[in-house]
């Protein structure tokens, strides 16, 4: 089992910027995709974003041409850039782990193996 460990996040206003990152240790990392997701009260854990082990990356809607989905193996480490944030972007953020080795394509929920423990991203008007 992988252990991801998450920083990053907090408050900034709209149109701002932040980068969360996510450790992860406990297993080969450059096997697995990696992606994040974001959750708010009273709704689904939602994906955000998504690399796979092989580089691709895929982006929900409501993040595409403002987040960038990164990975540095050397690091063991997945970043989340976001830019042009909107309040709406509020939310929980977090680092998920593929359990599937070499896997390619979307990551959903139920796929995931390993969870950070979430990081709150506030973007304020």
């Known amino acids: 089992q992988v252990q991801l460990v998450e920083s990053g996040g907090g408050l900034v206003q709209t149109g701002g910027s932040l980068r969360l990152s996510c450790e992860a240790s406990?297993?080969?990392?450059?096997?697995?995709?990696m992606g994040w997701f974001r959750q708010v009260p009273g709704k689904e854990r939602e994906f955000v974003a998504t690399?796979?082990?092989?580089?691709?990356?895929y982006y929900a809607d409501s993040v595409k041409g403002r987040f960038t989905i990164s990975r540095d193996n050397a690091k063991s480490t997945v970043y989340l850039q976001m830019t042009s944030l909107k309040p709406e972007d509020t939310a929980v953020y977090y680092c998920?782990?593929?359990?599937?080795?070499?896997?390619?394509?979307?990551?959903?929920?139920?796929?995931?193996?390993?969870w950070g423990q979430g990081t709150q991203v506030t973007v304020s008007s």
């Open positions: 690399i796979t082990w092989i580089a691709r990356t």
């Open positions: 998920a782990a593929d359990s599937r080795k070499s896997a390619g394509g979307t990551l959903e929920a139920t796929d995931v193996g390993s």
């Open positions: 406990g297993r080969t990392f450059s096997m697995y995709a």
